[in-house]
């Protein structure tokens, strides 16, 4: 039996395009007949910040082929913007769930929008404050590059928001493809070089290369 094409009784909603069976999406809708670990961030920064996230953990529970929900202790963080961090705007309570489940991870992905949804998540703008947000940052070893469904979250090696409370829940974690979440963590961490001044700069990449004698081991 196709595997794929069975997949959709999984299906409601906003989930109908399961119909097209092909590529890393398609793939994602297949149930993987396995136990995996996925990783959820969780995020909130309008409203009753805790009660959202409170209830979001309760929704995740609640969820079919979810066998346990772990959940990292709940940090609070300047809202990251596509200009960069922004003091201004409502700050962010963050936490990590472990989910321990059979549901295929766009399958997932789409109970994540729809309890996103159910708490009155708005779409305005890139990186908008937002009641709740719930990312997939990792889904056992999966990887896609599909745009509806990147696995794992592109941005989640570059987040101590996420990094963090993973950490704290699994000192051992690994992103896939990125190596262990403690050094991604620690080098988040640690003071990032200060570009050098343009003319600095310029004046290195256009300084005269020095030719080695053609005699000599490259190595
Ligand atoms: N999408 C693709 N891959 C995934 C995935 N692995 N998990 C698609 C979730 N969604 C994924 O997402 C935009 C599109 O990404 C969707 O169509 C989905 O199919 P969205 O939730 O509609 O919008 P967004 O969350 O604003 O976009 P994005 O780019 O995912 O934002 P980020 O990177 O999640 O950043 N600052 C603090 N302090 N704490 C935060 O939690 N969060 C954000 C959002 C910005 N600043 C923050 C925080
Ligand atoms: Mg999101």
Redesign the pocket.
């Known amino acids: 039996m196709n595997r794929r094409l069975a997949s959709p009784r999984l299906l409601h909603g906003s989930l109908a395009h399961a119909a097209e069976p092909r590529g890393a999406w398609a793939r994602g809708f297949s149930p993987p007949g396995v136990w995996a670990e996925a990783v959820v961030?969780l995020?909130a920064?309008l409203g009753d910040r805790s009660e959202t996230i409170v209830a979001a953990v309760a929704a995740l529970r609640e969820l079919p082929l979810v066998a346990s929900v772990r959940v990292a202790p709940v940090i609070e963080?300047?809202?990251?913007?596509p200009d960069g961090p922004d003091e201004d705007a409502p700050?962010?309570l963050?936490t990590v769930a472990i989910v321990r489940t059979r549901l295929a991870p766009a399958v997932l992905?789409a109970h994540?929008?729809r309890i996103?949804a159910e708490h009155g998540r708005v779409?305005m703008e890139?990186?908008?404050d937002?009641t709740l947000?719930?990312?997939?940052?990792a889904y056992g070893d999966v990887r896609s590059d599909d745009?509806?469904?990147?696995?794992?979250?592109?941005?989640a090696a570059d987040?101590a928001?996420v990094l963090e409370p993973w950490l704290a829940l699994d000192p051992d974690a690994v992103l896939p493809g990125r190596g262990p979440v403690a050094h991604l963590a620690r080098a988040l961490s640690e003071p990032r070089p200060a570009p050098a001044s343009r003319s600095l700069s310029e004046d290195a990449r256009s300084a005269p290369e020095t030719k080695r004698p053609a005699t000599e081991d490259p190595s």
């Open positions: 961030a995020g920064n963080s300047v809202a990251v913007k700050t962010y963050n992905l994540l929008n996103e779409r890139r990186w908008g937002r947000d719930l990312d997939l940052v745009p509806r469904l990147t696995l794992p979250h592109p941005r987040r928001f």
